[in-house]
Every structure is written in structure tokens, then in C-alpha cells.
């Protein structure tokens, strides 16, 4: 079955250490997102891409940075400049224009502070 | 500018309705609503196009005012699966998404 999978599940970072975590799409789409999700809070876009080796900002962008080298793949690192990164991060993906497409979603990662 | 949900919180006996009203501040072309299960992904529930196309795929109805820039949820005999939380997302830019402030809806048998 295709789907989004996001690895690890729960992820611990200590002080001054970047952390990336993965995204893997099998399902063709060539749209993919990252979000962050603050408890009892909607989504907050972070980066998205629309095709492969280009991605955009979104509103949060500042301490986290991503790449999108195949299209299957659309990691997000969390640097030590993101000085808050305890949150549920969720990253989806999209056939083509969000106007008329729905986003599908992986499990999501929960990332804390040791 | 995230566009905003009421109500905040609804609590509901299994078989009653519940309206989800999304507001937004900017044109709207379409809207989307998910729904949240706790510590879960959200899922798909409606696309409402502007024009009134719908898509979706559950027994859950929506509707689209582009005068009012406003779009509500319609959840009608409610079960207790419909418990979690529902979003609103709506399109600021061909694939820049803003998703709303979130409905927590709780069915009680």
C-alpha cells in the first residue's frame, strides 16, 4: 500500500545538536510539507517543496532546513539555532496544487528536549 | 493570517449534529477539513472548491461561501468516531497551505 513514512517515531535532542528527520513517500505525489505542531495548536507550515531540488519557506522556517535530492524523500533537519524544538512534526504530501488536492499524511515525530 | 475555527470545543451525545465554522481573512479559492485523532496524523475529509465542487470521500457534508470567506462543516448523527479534532485548511498560494486554530469535538455514548 502506498503511503507516508516518517522514522523515528519519538526522537530526543540534546543541547547544540541537529537532528534530522525522515520522510519517505511511495506514493508518487510531487508536492511534500513539513509541519510542526505545538500541543493543543493547529499546523504551522515549516518548508514545502513542489518538485524535486526546490523548496520554499514556510512560516516557520528560521532553525530548521530541509532538501528534496529525490522525490520520494524530503528530510527536515532541526538545527541548534531552533532554540523551541519540542513539538509534533507531521510532513505530507500532494499530487500537484494544494488548491484542489488533499494532503496525506505520515504518523508524525515527536521531538524532545533532553 | 490563520483562519480562525468556532467553536473552540463541542461535546455531543452519540446521534446529535455539530457545525464547524472556518473564517478567514484572505480570498478563499478552496478549503479543506481534516480531522485529528490525538497523537495521530490527521486525514482527509473535504475539499470544497470555489464554485461549489465538492470532494470527499466520508458521510460528512460542507459548505462554501466565498462572499463571506467562511466554510462550515456539517456532521450530522454523530458517532464515536467523529471524537477528535477538525481543522480547516485553507490555500494562501498555489501550494503554501495555512490550516485553522482546530475544532476538539468529543462524542459521549
Known amino acids: 500500500d502506498g503511503g507516508i513514512t516518517q522514522s523515528p517515531k519519538y526522537l530526543f535532542r540534546k543541547e547544540g545538536q541537529n537532528v534530522t528527520l525522515s520522510c519517505e513517500q511511495n506514493?508518487?505525489?510531487?508536492?511534500m510539507y513539513w509541519y510542526r505542531q505545538d500541543p493543543g495548536q493547529g499546523l504551522r507550515l515549516i518548508y514545502y517543496?513542489?518538485?524535486?531540488?526546490?523548496?520554499q519557506k514556510g512560516d516557520i522556517a528560521e532553525g530548521y532546513s530541509v532538501s528534496r535530492e529525490k522525490k520520494e524523500s524530503f528530510p527536515l533537519t532541526v538545527t541548534s539555532a531552533q532554540k523551541n524544538p519540542t513539538a509534533f512534526y507531521l510532513c505530507a504530501s500532494s499530487i500537484g496544487e494544494t488548491l484542489n488536492q488533499p494532503q496525506h499524511f505520515g504518523d508524525g515525530t515527536r521531538l524532545s528536549i533532553l | 493570517q490563520q483562519p480562525v475555527q468556532s467553536p473552540q470545543a463541542v461535546i455531543l451525545r452519540e446521534g446529535e449534529d455539530a457545525v464547524i465554522n472556518c473564517s478567514s481573512s484572505?480570498?478563499?479559492?478552496?478549503v479543506h477539513w481534516y480531522r485529528q485523532k490525538h497523537g495521530e496524523a490527521p486525514v482527509f475529509l473535504m475539499i470544497l472548491l470555489k464554485g461549489g465542487e465538492q470532494k470527499g470521500h466520508e458521510k460528512i457534508s460542507a459548505s462554501f461561501n466565498e462572499k463571506k470567506q467562511q466554510s462550515s462543516l456539517y456532521l450530522t448523527a454523530s458517532q464515536l468516531s467523529y471524537s477528535g479534532t477538525y481543522f480547516c485548511g485553507v490555500a494562501s498560494g498555489t501550494y503554501k497551505y495555512i490550516f485553522g486554530t482546530g475544532t476538539r469535538l468529543k462524542v459521549l455514548a
Open positions: 517543496s513542489q518538485i524535486v531540488n526546490d523548496f
Open positions: 506514493l508518487n505525489h510531487d508536492a
Open positions: 484572505k480570498a478563499l479559492y478552496s
